[in-house]
């Protein structure tokens, strides 16, 4: 049980001041450095160019319809990009398995299991 005492601990100490381990009597540790990786960017730009060139080079070469067809794909692409960030939302989040404190003692004492000293 000490471990959530810990983590609580932890938890007040970083909301009031920014800092895991000041109030929490956790000990400091460094922080970790790495070196920078040169191939995730060369791997990202490499598929990047891969994708955007073409279909740019189709763009400006293609016809009426290829055009339409691409700003089309890319229009269907970003809505769904849209949709996708709007789902993950907290605000838009569902209110499962909040409940008030109110209508937990409530729902305790019409069955009988309330906190109440019975006489």
């Known amino acids: 049980m000490k471990l959530f005492q810990e983590k609580d601990a932890m938890k007040d100490s970083f909301l009031k001041t920014g800092c895991f381990s000041e109030l929490s009597g956790v000990p400091k540790h460094a922080p970790i450095k790495r070196k920078s990786r040169p191939w995730s960017l060369l791997v990202s730009l490499t598929l990047n160019s891969c994708v955007i060139l073409p279909m740019f080079y189709v763009l400006f070469i293609g016809s009426f ?55």
């Open 65 to 119: 319809i290829t055009r339409l067809v691409i700003v089309v794909v890319l229009a269907l692409a970003w809505v769904a990009m849209q949709r996708l960030i709007n789902i993950t939302k907290i605000s838009k989040s569902s209110n499962y398995g909040k409940k008030s404190a109110a209508a937990s003692v409530e729902t305790n004492e019409t069955k009988g299991t309330g906190d109440k000293k019975q006489d």
